[in-house]
């Protein structure tokens, strides 16, 4: 049986679709008859780089300084991280001992078979960028391998691009999530490398509805939902496409990020799952909630988060919609199709299948695993 390692985003603010991928991924692993589990990187920020990657951190609507600092948003992070604890507990596997860039336990290439970095934004610039633990680097080449992984840019800053190639040019086996990974990849490295899909698509529907789990606060009533999670700023624009989209299919609003509703901000991945799977409507500007959105079956629309520092951020969902032929699930400007409303995509589940296979072909080609 090979043993894996799995190397991702970890230790910073608790993300739904960061346990999700990384949960997926630690099953897809395991239905190929690995051990898999992850190695905790407790690697923190570079002195010089802390201002620039805490101003990127802010920049998510749910942690503005003065929510943190305050004592109600002290009390809603702790109750918010204590749920996240607790699902990484009961669901993803995490090795004895953890990793840093300066503390490499001892004879770690020899515990593994195999690294995998990924997936999520790993590579991002703006988190880590001079860490080369998230590229592998204390394994052999042979041993590196990267699924789905994103740099969360378009292009990586002139500073860093010596170190990423360097970086890059060592791992053996490399996949990106979406294509300006690998417009960055090749222009980096002159390597073509597949773009593959993100873990959480490597599980099928049922497997997904196997740990969806109904909020305990949840109360059903006559009056169906439409449920909202933004990780960008909040503009006039995006509250006004939510209010209208509301009134005109009579639906009540829940808002998971909502800093004022203890419960709401407090759901848990496994509830995640499960509050999608049941709502009429979908809006978000997340990549993992609109992949969740066609997994499950249910109508969304996507509103585009373009930052200063994450220019590509509408590159991965625009891969991932192109890829199922969704792109009219863009809300643009207030004005959106009404196809969006609709909960049928059959269509997608014949690309779904033929993307798994190419996906599963090159995880077990990284990992020698001959097709019995």
Aim: proline share 3%; hydrophobic share 40%; charged share 20%.
């Amino acid at each position: 049986m090979r043993k894996i390692g799995i190397i991702t985003l970890n230790g910073y603010y608790p993300n739904l679709g960061n346990n999700l991928q990384n949960y997926a991924l630690q099953q897809a692993l395991r239905s190929l008859g690995c051990f898999a589990e992850t190695i905790i990187n407790r690697t923190s920020y570079q002195h010089r780089r802390l201002a620039t990657a805490i101003k990127y951190v802010l920049n998510y609507q749910h942690y503005r300084q003065q929510w943190v600092n305050s004592k109600e948003g002290r009390q809603f992070d702790a109750a918010r991280i204590k749920a996240y604890e607790a699902f990484r507990t009961k669901y993803i596997s995490l090795a004895p001992f953890s990793i840093a860039r300066h503390q490499i336990p001892a004879g770690l290439s020899q515990r593994y078979d195999y690294f995998i970095a990924g997936s999520d934004q790993i590579w991002n610039p703006y988190f880590r960028a001079t860490c080369g633990i998230d590229f592998l680097t204390f394994a052999s080449p042979k041993q590196r391998i990267s699924y789905a992984a994103s740099f969360g840019v378009s292009e990586i800053p002139q500073k860093y691009q010596s170190q990423f190639t360097q970086w890059l040019s060592g791992i053996d086996y490399i996949s990106v999530r979406e294509e300006s990974g690998a417009a960055i990849v090749k222009a980096l490295t002159g390597r073509d490398i597949p773009v593959v899909l993100d873990p959480t698509m490597l599980i099928t529907q049922a497997q997904w509805l196997q740990i969806a789990q109904k909020p305990s606060w949840f109360e059903a009533d006559k009056t169906p939902y439409m449920l909202t999670y933004f990780l960008g700023d909040s503009s006039a624009e995006r509250e006004y496409v939510v209010k209208q989209i509301a009134q005109e299919r009579g639906l009540r609003i829940i808002n998971l990020l909502d800093q004022k509703n203890l419960n709401w901000y407090t759901t848990t991945p496994d509830q995640f799952i499960w509050l999608i799977k049941h709502a009429s409507f979908v809006c978000t500007d997340s990549f993992h909630g609109s992949v969740f959105c066609i997994l499950l079956q249910t109508a969304f629309g996507v509103i585009a988060r373009v930052t200063k520092h994450q220019a590509s951020m509408h590159s991965r969902i625009s891969t991932l919609l192109g890829t199922f032929s969704l792109e009219d699930h863009f809300i643009e400007k207030g004005r959106y199709n009404t196809s969006i409303f609709r909960n049928d995509f059959t269509h997608t589940l014949s690309v779904l299948e033929v993307e798994r296979t190419r996906a599963y072909q090159y995880l077990k080609q990284a990992l020698n695993i001959k097709d019995e």
